[in-house]
């Protein structure tokens, strides 16, 4: 058996949601930090990929593809930034739209794509352990390197909440229908037989 799937913007949301509720931490954090890359295509599709002369470089449809990377960071600073303050009354988040974006790309590739050879950052996951960046406590400065303490479940739920807001503000005006759709994905039925099931989803990420 076989079928077509969908997801739209909003049930990726609520999956990161179902996955807190269900202790699931890593599969939350992986989804939430996929927010800002759908959010930043959508708010700044402007935001595309130069060359180092100026030129706009293009793929093989002849478009110009998308700076995932300061989409992501400029959303998440100007949409997402808000709701990562460690108090109302605070100035700054937390964590910023750069630091967001290494993060997801340590966290999804293994750090393929940010290069942070001036910057010494160390992320630190875990539940229950507060939301800070260690300059404030002396005890875990070290030298030339900031530490990043993020809980978890505190951290998808604000991205989430963030998602949420704009969503709210722009979905009448933006088309997030090019991110609802990840379709054919293939399901095998119980009488499939092993070897052809264990072909199709292997073939599914070559």
Known sequence: MQGDVSFTFLDR???VE???????????LALALTLPDICGGIAFPEIVKHYRDGRVMLDRQK???????????????EYAGDYFKLSQSGEKPYICGERC????CEYLHQNKGFLNDENNIRFHLGLNCGMS???????????????IHIDIEQFCLRMC??????????????????????????????NTKKESCFYYCTSLWQ
């Open 18 to 28: 179902l996955n807190i509720v269900d202790g699931r931490w890593q599969s939350a």
């Open 13 to 15: 949301i609520e999956e």
């Open 161 to 190: 909440k963030a998602a949420k807001s704009y969503y709210g503000k722009v979905h009448l005006e933006k088309d997030f229908s090019l991110y609802n759709k990840y379709t054919s994905f293939g399901f095998c039925s119980g």
């Open 101 to 104: 974006w290494q993060l997801r």
């Open 133 to 147: 960046v260690c300059q404030l406590d002396s005890m875990n400065i070290q030298e030339n390197g900031n530490d």
């Open 63 to 77: 478009n110009p593809p998308r700076d995932v990377g300061t989409q992501y960071i400029r959303w998440f600073d």
